[in-house]
């Protein structure tokens, strides 16, 4: 199932070598040309040469990770954080280590040995290391080198009522859905775009767009949803189930607003549910591919995300359906000639 | 110039919602330019083809305002910000949405003032219910703070829109003035500056100019609080050695400099930290192999507040200088 190798590949931001290979082999036998650029996006080419605007569908490869930076002579290893990674939720998580994917536990000191002041506060990122069993630095450096990199070991699973729990949907579940689309077929000019390090400042995107130069460009998200109980409506930024998410402004964009009306004009010609999403913070690759060059015109569409940046998350398998079947829609209308750009400017 | 200032005021233009004032722009630069364009991403853009180096004159069009982000049960609206505005000096102001729908903002109950982050906002339009709020507004429009132009004496004027239509209009006059003395010249009202300088640089990539010359608005502290001033009202255009995102070259600085002096008029210098008055220079000077960025700005009270006071003398000299700057500018 692709979506759970997806998931279960290490791909920290620089490291997307094995996410790449599993892409690679699966699109192959649908697309006309399929390259890396310098910086290791993986560049998907479809129907180039028929008329009509280039369309650039992004998706990122790469997920949060760790570094290992130091090994202590107790064989105990210090690490970064490579992105945005929250250390309070580090304590205790086991993880995988370099290509081999060694078995690491980032440990702590247990509550028994916790002075009660240690007790009220998150353990701070210095004092926190993974274990890896060694029992010297010596023993350490036979397994692991500086620079390696850790993920998360969790498994892909289904959970409750339509939901699957994963690591890194963020961004694998956009390289799925890009994954499904490149297998179908359209009358327009089609670039997918695996990018890499966007957790580390959309950088892939940025030369990849300059290279594919598209005249419009949407970027597969994933997208934070904390829709719990005790969190007001402003505050939830999406809704689990509630459709794929349109941005109307996050951290690094405001929305092209006649791309915006033709999304969600598509959606309701189409019946898809979607939602706008309700929250600033954050971005994604568009960012980038919307400043790239004389400038492109387009969007994202996110799915909502559980624990986005944490070692389990959760998606609606209803949202990702929703969002191929907009992401289609939307291909099916620029290809009918329906996206004219005077049309959605007010 | 104050006339014109004071049209061009008129339009409500976030960041990303500056088409609202596209047609004005170029109507006021159309009869002397050789091309006239929109960019994908909202740039204005007018060019005159002529003699010398292409110098091209960048004022930003948007002002900083809010979004509408929610739509709660009662039917008040919660806002995100859209530029620089801080929260906190938003509580009591008058909102005017870009389809002309008003509402108040307040503060939710029990927030201590130190504290003021926007989501402790929320926007009265006078509705009682979701449903009847969502019949006037919805999620993604944005809007501006009421503050109109307004007359201060004799040449002091002050505004909700004043960064940067006084900008625009200082661009405007001297991208005219140099048409008539057919110079090679364009003049970009750019978008989405107050999120983070987002347009300028597609307009610059499409332009290639020989010289890119910033107009937008400098604050200055000639303010109760401060001793001791470092620009001040009505005390001449300041000439840009650095802000937040780019050091202007000594060539371009001094340039301005003695542009200046030939034409007799009295210039100020303006040196800014990163976060107090970053400008479109940057994303200009880093796009493709670099371009020569220099920055002529208009002293301006109460810069990221919701009102602003200028002079319109300074405007007046900004474009002096500027059009004798570009005119005299060798390459």
Redesign the interface.
Same mark, same amino acid.
């Given at each position: 199932m692709l979506l759970k190798r997806l998931t279960q590949a290490m791909g920290p931001s620089g490291f997307e070598d094995e996410v790449r290979g599993i892409l690679r082999e699966e699109v192959s036998p649908y697309v006309d040309a399929i390259y890396t650029d310098v910086l290791g996006t993986l560049i998907c080419e479809k129907g180039r040469s028929q008329p009509g605007p280039c369309v650039m569908l992004d998706a990122h490869m790469d997920e949060v990770g760790l570094m290992v930076v130091g090994v202590e002579n107790s064989g105990l290893l210090r690490f970064r954080p490579l992105g945005g990674v929250d250390p309070r939720i580090l304590v205790a998580k086991r993880v995988r280590i370099g290509s081999s994917k060694l078995p690491g536990v980032i440990g702590s000191k247990p509550i028994h040995l916790q002075k009660p002041d240690e007790q009220k506060h998150p353990i701070p990122e210095d004092e926190l290391f993974i274990d890896i069993g060694a029992k010297d630095k010596e023993d350490a450096l036979a397994n692991v080198q500086l620079g390696d990199v850790a993920v998360f070991d969790t498994l892909y699973d289904t959970i409750g009522d339509g939901c699957v729990k994963a690591k890194s949907f963020d961004d694998r579940v956009g390289c799925y859905i890009l994954s499904e689309i490149l297998k179908k077929s359209y009358a327009v000019p089609l670039v997918g775009a695996f990018t890499v390090q966007e957790e580390v400042g959309l950088r892939g995107a940025t030369a990849a767009a300059h290279r594919i130069a598209p005249d419009i460009a949407i970027a597969l998200e994933a997208t934070v949803c904390f829709d719990g109980p005790f969190v007001p409506?402003?505050?939830e930024g999406t809704r689990l189930h509630g459709g794929p998410a349109l941005t109307?402004?996050d951290g690094?964009?405001? !929305?092209? /607003?006649r791309f915006?009306r033709f999304m969600m004009e598509t959606a309701t010609k189409h019946n898809i549910p979607y939602q706008?999403r309700? /929250?600033?913070g954050g971005s994604n690759d568009f960012a980038a591919i919307?400043?790239s060059?004389?400038? /492109?015109?387009g969007g994202a569409i996110s799915i909502p995300l559980r624990y986005m940046h944490a070692p389990a998350q959760i998606v609606s398998s209803k949202d990702v359906e929703n969002a191929i079947r907009l992401v289609d829609a939307i291909l099916q209308e620029i290809a009918s000639g329906n996206w004219v750009e005077e049309r959605f +400017?007010? | 110039m104050k006339e014109l200032i004071k049209s061009l005021c008129e339009h409500i233009a976030p960041?990303?919602?500056e088409?609202a004032l596209s047609n004005e722009l170029l109507e006021k630069v159309r009869d002397v330019a050789h091309q006239t364009s929109i960019?994908?991403?909202g740039?204005v853009i007018a060019t005159k083809n002529g003699d010398g180096p292409h110098v091209v004159l960048m004022a930003h069009a948007d002002q900083s305002g809010v979004?509408i982000?929610?739509i !709660?049960d009662k039917g008040f609206l919660?806002i995100?910000? +859209?530029g620089n505005l801080e929260p906190g000096r938003l509580v009591g102001c008058q909102v005017v949405f870009q389809n002309g729908v008003k509402g108040v903002v307040q503060l939710e109950a029990n927030t201590k003032d130190a504290e003021i982050r #926007?989501?402790h906002l929320f926007v009265d339009i006078g509705k009682s219910s979701k449903a009847s709020a969502s019949e006037l507004v919805h999620?993604?429009l944005s809007g501006v703070i009421v503050a109109p132009f307004t007359e201060l004496g004799a040449t002091r004027i002050c505004g909700g829109s004043m960064d940067n239509r006084v900008g625009c209009a200082i661009a405007i006059t001297a991208f005219r003035d140099l048409a008539a003395m057919n110079r090679h010249v364009s003049v970009v009202f750019t978008a989405?500056q107050t999120?983070?300088a987002?347009?300028v640089? !597609? +307009?610059t #990539? !499409?332009l290639s100019p020989d010289l890119a010359i910033v107009v937008d608005a400098g604050p200055c502290d000639d303010v109760p609080g401060h001793d001791v001033s470092s620009t001040e009202l009505g005390k001449g255009p300041i000439i840009q050695v650095m802000d937040g995102t780019a050091i202007v070259s000594v060539r371009i600085r001094r340039h301005l400099e003695e542009s200046a002096k030939k034409k007799g008029i009295a210039a100020q210098f303006g040196v800014w930290p990163k976060g107090s008055a970053d400008t479109d220079a940057g994303a200009i000077q880093l796009t493709k192999a670099g371009v020569a960025v220099g920055g002529v700005h208009y002293p301006a009270r109460y810069v990221g507040s919701t009102s602003t006071v200028v002079d319109v003398q300074d405007a007046q000299n900004a474009a002096i200088l500027i059009v004798e700057a570009a005119s005299s500018y060798e390459g």
């Amino acid at each position: 199932m692709l979506l759970k190798r997806l998931t279960q590949a290490m791909g920290p931001s620089g490291f997307e070598d094995e996410v790449r290979g599993i892409l690679r082999e699966e699109v192959s036998p649908y697309v006309d040309a399929i390259y890396t650029d310098v910086l290791g996006t993986l560049i998907c080419e479809k129907g180039r040469s028929q008329p009509g605007p280039c369309v650039m569908l992004d998706a990122h490869m790469d997920e949060v990770g760790l570094m290992v930076v130091g090994v202590e002579n107790s064989g105990l290893l210090r690490f970064r954080p490579l992105g945005g990674v929250d250390p309070r939720i580090l304590v205790a998580k086991r993880v995988r280590i370099g290509s081999s994917k060694l078995p690491g536990v980032i440990g702590s000191k247990p509550i028994h040995l916790q002075k009660p002041d240690e007790q009220k506060h998150p353990i701070p990122e210095d004092e926190l290391f993974i274990d890896i069993g060694a029992k010297d630095k010596e023993d350490a450096l036979a397994n692991v080198q500086l620079g390696d990199v850790a993920v998360f070991d969790t498994l892909y699973d289904t959970i409750g009522d339509g939901c699957v729990k994963a690591k890194s949907f963020d961004d694998r579940v956009g390289c799925y859905i890009l994954s499904e689309i490149l297998k179908k077929s359209y009358a327009v000019p089609l670039v997918g775009a695996f990018t890499v390090q966007e957790e580390v400042g959309l950088r892939g995107a940025t030369a990849a767009a300059h290279r594919i130069a598209p005249d419009i460009a949407i970027a597969l998200e994933a997208t934070v949803c904390f829709d719990g109980p005790f969190v007001p409506s402003h505050s939830e930024g999406t809704r689990l189930h509630g459709g794929p998410a349109l941005t109307v402004q996050d951290g690094r964009t405001v !929305a092209d /607003v006649r791309f915006l009306r033709f999304m969600m004009e598509t959606a309701t010609k189409h019946n898809i549910p979607y939602q706008l999403r309700r /929250v600033k913070g954050g971005s994604n690759d568009f960012a980038a591919i919307q400043k790239s060059r004389e400038g /492109v015109v387009g969007g994202a569409i996110s799915i909502p995300l559980r624990y986005m940046h944490a070692p389990a998350q959760i998606v609606s398998s209803k949202d990702v359906e929703n969002a191929i079947r907009l992401v289609d829609a939307i291909l099916q209308e620029i290809a009918s000639g329906n996206w004219v750009e005077e049309r959605f +400017a007010n | 110039m104050k006339e014109l200032i004071k049209s061009l005021c008129e339009h409500i233009a976030p960041p990303g919602g500056e088409r609202a004032l596209s047609n004005e722009l170029l109507e006021k630069v159309r009869d002397v330019a050789h091309q006239t364009s929109i960019d994908r991403l909202g740039n204005v853009i007018a060019t005159k083809n002529g003699d010398g180096p292409h110098v091209v004159l960048m004022a930003h069009a948007d002002q900083s305002g809010v979004m509408i982000m929610d739509i !709660a049960d009662k039917g008040f609206l919660r806002i995100i910000g +859209a530029g620089n505005l801080e929260p906190g000096r938003l509580v009591g102001c008058q909102v005017v949405f870009q389809n002309g729908v008003k509402g108040v903002v307040q503060l939710e109950a029990n927030t201590k003032d130190a504290e003021i982050r #926007f989501d402790h906002l929320f926007v009265d339009i006078g509705k009682s219910s979701k449903a009847s709020a969502s019949e006037l507004v919805h999620i993604g429009l944005s809007g501006v703070i009421v503050a109109p132009f307004t007359e201060l004496g004799a040449t002091r004027i002050c505004g909700g829109s004043m960064d940067n239509r006084v900008g625009c209009a200082i661009a405007i006059t001297a991208f005219r003035d140099l048409a008539a003395m057919n110079r090679h010249v364009s003049v970009v009202f750019t978008a989405m500056q107050t999120v983070g300088a987002r347009g300028v640089g !597609a +307009a610059t #990539f !499409a332009l290639s100019p020989d010289l890119a010359i910033v107009v937008d608005a400098g604050p200055c502290d000639d303010v109760p609080g401060h001793d001791v001033s470092s620009t001040e009202l009505g005390k001449g255009p300041i000439i840009q050695v650095m802000d937040g995102t780019a050091i202007v070259s000594v060539r371009i600085r001094r340039h301005l400099e003695e542009s200046a002096k030939k034409k007799g008029i009295a210039a100020q210098f303006g040196v800014w930290p990163k976060g107090s008055a970053d400008t479109d220079a940057g994303a200009i000077q880093l796009t493709k192999a670099g371009v020569a960025v220099g920055g002529v700005h208009y002293p301006a009270r109460y810069v990221g507040s919701t009102s602003t006071v200028v002079d319109v003398q300074d405007a007046q000299n900004a474009a002096i200088l500027i059009v004798e700057a570009a005119s005299s500018y060798e390459g």
